[in-house]
């Protein structure tokens, strides 16, 4: 008697074989699918994010020379806002044409018909259509050891015009540790305050607190 295999018959075909084939469709649609998702992830991000390598130590302590960070471009919808550390293009000022790369990282203070002071080292905004000076809560800012510098931060008014922004580096533990917008005073390398189209967009806060990510993902020689 002649042996038949199994794997031969319709029955095997029709309920096994269907299955295989109907197995394999599966696992290249999961495929396609998690290949479509990657790419338009990553076509998302390159579109709304770059990469910045911090110069310097103005942002003392919140950055320091050498971090690797995440930066979201601004835009109609994705504004920097007051308390963002943000990155701004002064190249084509000339007081500027010593910064590297043409770009600044500092901490957005004060925007359009704002008013802002320091006062016995503490920094106060009036905000637009606000009532009154309110005192800025700033963990983020760095006087020098036991604070010694905070003291002699003091700077006057400022009344931040139509389309401008005041911006502070984080590190203020002495004259010269930051170039930013006290221009008034002659504390800083600047001679105005500066526009918000200059800003070319704000650092998130996920990449503030997981610079592990940017170590991952980010070249050392980010243009």
């Not at 084509?92 to 044409?97: A, G, I, K, L, N």
């Not at 800025?136 to 139509?162: C, I, K, P, R, S």
Request: hydrophobic share 35%.
């Amino acid at each position: 008697m002649k042996e038949k295999s199994l794997t031969k018959g319709e029955l095997y075909e029709s309920r096994f074989g269907f299955r295989e084939r109907n197995s394999n469709f599966c696992f290249l649609l999961v495929v396609v699918l998690i290949l479509c998702s990657f790419f338009i992830v990553r076509y998302h991000f390159v579109s709304h994010y770059g990469g910045i390598v911090v110069s310097g130590s103005s942002m003392r302590e919140t950055l320091h020379n050498g971090d690797k960070l995440f930066m979201r471009f601004t835009d109609e919808e994705h504004k920097a806002d007051r308390g963002d550390v943000i990155v701004v293009y002064v190249g084509d000022y000339p007081e500027c044409s010593d910064v590297k790369g043409g770009y600044l990282i500092k901490r957005l203070i004060a925007k359009e018909n704002d008013r802002v002071k320091c006062v016995n080292g503490r920094i106060s905004v009036w905000y637009s259509g606000g009532t009154g000076w309110e005192p800025l809560e700033e963990d983020y800012a760095y006087y020098g050891e036991g604070n010694a510098y905070q003291t002699q931060y003091d700077f006057a008014e400022y009344t931040v015009g139509e389309g401008e922004i005041f911006f502070l580096g984080d590190n203020r533990s002495s004259a010269g540790s930051s170039k930013d917008s006290r221009y008034l005073e002659g504390k800083s390398h600047l001679t105005g305050l500066y526009k918000e189209t200059d800003i070319v967009g704000y650092v998130p806060k996920w990449s503030l607190y997981n610079k592990w990510l940017g170590d991952i993902f980010l070249s050392d020689e980010i243009a």
